[in-house]
């Protein structure tokens, strides 16, 4: 017997948090970071949010409650659904959670089984390989293409279905791409689904950037597509779109109001409930006329600094752009320069242990934060399974235009700085 249970041992991490820890080094070394990591929006909740939560702590709405979630806020939520995906939802079928991560790990536990499996994209957000793992599902990536845009068609998906899928996890927009699903593409993966996969398949689709979209392009859900709503669980939240990410809310849409009752009865087993005035605040979001103009002055921010970012970041040597069409990353091809600074030859030389444990684009992560001040994610963060012999990372543009325009003459200068990778590497034995 020992200590710590077996599956622990099956369960990753999000990266982006743990570079918080190289971060913290680099500072205490006297070293100002650029966070071109952060996974949030670099704008705080609006006043009218702020105020409503405040009133009803005053007020004393600070107890237990609901564990599916106020009604008042469920019916807001619904009403958002019937807005922006135009399907009427009964609030018996949404339970609200403690941001839109939780549902990831109330939907492995509701409908997988050890040994069933689980569809997710890779590169994709790193807790649906994690949790599929931990939950004992058998993992299956679908790899998404440089040259695709990131995007994947039901051509990709079909060779991954089998008798054993349970779960199809979307991600649109996308993190770490910044990639959409819309249109004929959505209609064809849809179209996909309903034929070849029987009822108790379940799509898992994650829409937690649903108001961050560029060029004027508006959010579609596979739920809206025929017999999806059926089968779709419609995972959203604040945390993006109204930038509260600490405050903690998000919430799901089951296909039945039976699988929204094993969702609060998980709630019930773990978190009880979420905090009353977080939910009125949340409801105020979707309520308030307010919230348009907060949303779409940040989503133009992004805008615009992607709009800084991705050609700048092309005119650098070795790196190449695609242009996200949505969230706030974006997710370069760095493997000419990974070539270039000596990453991929350094790699190849560390023993068997150490490589296993990270790649030329890792290297080259930890090298532009000692070295250069620049934090990033790499690759291999968002999906371990097959993702060897890619070389990207991913940036964030949550960080205002000074700091883009700074963090670019660094990378710039990194880039050709092969003396410097090289004594780096030899200093920290990496
Ligand atoms: C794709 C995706 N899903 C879910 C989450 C989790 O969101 P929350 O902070 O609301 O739990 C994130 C956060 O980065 C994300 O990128």
């Keep these: 017997m020992s200590l710590i249970a077996r599956r622990i041992d099956d369960l990753g991490t999000e990266n982006a948090f743990t570079v918080g820890?190289?971060?913290?080094?680099?500072?205490?070394?006297?070293?100002d970071v650029i966070r071109f990591n952060l996974g949030e929006p670099d704008f705080d909740s609006a006043d009218h949010i702020n105020r409503e939560a405040i009133r009803h702590i005053e007020e004393g709405n600070a107890h237990y409650v609901d564990p599916q979630g106020l009604l008042s806020f469920r019916r807001a939520i619904a009403e958002h659904v019937a807005a922006t995906r135009g399907i009427g939802v009964d609030p018996d079928r949404i339970v609200v959670t403690p941001g839109a991560k939780p549902p990831i790990g109330l939907a492995m536990a509701t409908y997988v089984d050890p040994g069933d499996e689980v569809i997710y994209p890779s590169p994709g957000f790193p807790i649906y390989e994690s949790l599929a793992r931990y939950h004992g599902a058998v993992p299956r990536p679908l790899h998404l293409q440089e040259d695709a845009g990131f995007a994947f068609t039901a051509s990709d998906l079909q060779p991954l279905l089998s008798e054993r899928t349970k779960l199809i996890i979307l991600n649109s927009p996308s993190n770490p791409t910044g990639a959409v699903l819309s249109g004929p593409g959505l209609d064809e993966v849809a179209d996909l689904v309903d034929r070849a996969c029987g009822p108790d398949v379940r799509i898992f689709s994650d829409e937690v950037y649903e108001h961050i979209l560029f060029d004027g392009r508006?959010?579609?859900?596979?739920?809206t597509r025929p017999g999806m709503e059926a089968r779709t669980i419609l995972v959203s939240g604040h945390s993006k779109g109204f930038a509260m990410t600490g405050w903690r809310l998000g919430w799901a849409v089951l296909p039945t109001p039976d699988e929204a009752e094993i969702f609060t009865r998980l709630n019930i087993n773990t978190i009880s409930c979420v905090p009353p005035f977080i939910q009125e605040a949340g409801r105020a979001a979707y309520e308030d006329p307010a919230s348009r103009d907060?949303?779409?002055a940040m989503v133009a921010a992004f805008e615009e600094r992607r709009n800084f970012f991705v050609p700048a970041l092309n005119d650098i040597d070795g790196i190449r752009c695609a242009t996200p069409q949505g969230?706030?990353?974006?997710?370069?091809?760095?493997?000419?320069?990974c070539r270039s600074i000596g990453a991929v030859e350094a790699w190849e030389s560390l023993p068997a242990g150490r490589k296993r444990r990270t790649t030329?684009?890792?290297l080259l992560q930890l090298f532009l934060i000692y070295?250069?001040?620049v934090a990033t994610v790499d690759r291999h963060a968002f999906g371990s399974i097959?993702?060897?012999?890619?070389?990207?990372?991913?940036l964030s543009v949550a960080t205002g235009l000074d700091r883009l325009e700074?963090?670019?003459?660094?990378l710039r200068a990194a880039a050709s700085d092969v003396e410097g990778f090289a004594a780096f590497v030899d200093d920290r034995a990496v």
């Design 218 to 223: 508006r959010h579609e859900s596979i739920v």
């Design 21 to 31: 820890a190289h971060i913290a080094r680099a500072e205490e070394a006297g070293i």
């Design 371 to 373: 070295r250069y001040g």
């Design 406 to 410: 700074e963090g670019v003459r660094r």
């Design 386 to 394: 097959g993702a060897d012999g890619q070389h990207f990372l991913r």
């Design 294 to 296: 907060v949303i779409d």
């Design 327 to 337: 969230a706030f990353y974006v997710f370069p091809n760095v493997e000419r320069l």
């Design 360 to 362: 030329p684009a890792g």
